[in-house]
């Protein structure tokens, strides 16, 4: 089966600060790596993906995530955190045929003015 | 485009009661989800369809929880009876169906069982 670790439920940052959310996936297969945000009373927003090819991942927002097999993560950065960054924001995994993916705990980001 | 369409909103019942969520995709999606997440998790799988024919519902609790999706399109999910533990955020999705494609969501909907 396949899963997602996502250390640290709740990150603090600095506005302008590097903002760094890790993932490590679990997978038999060749994944499908997501993240998503998502805000207040909202459905998911899907940040960026990594399917095959380029292993550096661009996203909105800034965002971007580096597949990296080796170590089997996926993490996720900003260069410079913004204030409307405060959301908790989801790694996920797919690949196994049926296209259900398996999510991570989440990460709460917390952006300090 | 429009998005994933779920109603209601939000839902507060009593325990043993029933309730049932509606969810529309996005035009043209064959494949549809419902998630639930409990605070402080993520979304966990309860059932997928495949046009309207169930592809995975292995996580389903199928003595209280039924979803159908009926010609295709529009899918309920219903509970019945609520336990507490079923407050949760209900989430729809819908995706073209590969394994690599997007799921888009929904806004969700709050349920609250007391």
């Known amino acids: 089966a396949q899963s997602v670790t996502q250390l640290g439920s709740h990150v603090s940052v600095s506005e302008g600060a590097l903002v760094l959310l890790r993932c490590n996936y679990s997978?038999?297969?060749?994944?499908?790596l997501f993240w998503y945000v998502q805000y207040p009373n909202q459905g998911l927003q899907l940040l960026l993906k990594?399917?095959?090819?380029?292993?550096l991942v661009k996203g909105i927002n800034g965002f971007e995530a580096e597949f990296k097999k080796s170590e089997t993560s996926f993490h996720l950065t900003k260069p410079s955190a913004h204030m409307s960054d405060a959301a908790e924001y989801f790694c996920?995994?797919?690949?196994?045929?049926?296209?259900?993916?398996?999510f991570g705990k989440g990460n709460q980001v917390v952006v300090i003015p | 485009e429009a998005g994933v369409a779920q109603s209601p909103r939000y839902k507060i019942i009593e325990k043993r009661q029933s309730v049932a969520f509606w969810c529309n995709p996005i035009?043209?999606?064959?494949?549809l989800y419902w998630y639930q997440q409990i605070l402080g998790q993520g979304p966990k799988l309860l059932i997928q369809?495949?046009?309207?024919?169930?592809?995975?519902d292995s996580q389903l609790p199928k003595d209280r929880f039924s979803a159908e999706r009926l010609k295709g399109v529009d899918s309920t999910l219903k509970i019945q009876p609520a336990k507490l533990e079923d407050s949760a955020v209900y989430l729809c999705?819908?995706?073209?169906?590969?394994?690599?494609?997007?799921?888009?969501f929904g806004p969700g909907t709050r349920l609250t069982v007391l």
């Open positions: 990594y399917t095959t090819g380029a292993t």
């Open positions: 997978s038999s297969v060749p994944p499908y």
């Open positions: 996920a995994v797919s690949g196994d045929g049926n296209n259900r993916l398996a």
């Open positions: 999705a819908s995706s073209l169906g590969a394994p690599s494609n997007t799921q888009y």
């Open positions: 369809f495949q046009n309207n024919g169930v592809v995975d």
């Open positions: 035009s043209g999606h064959a494949t």
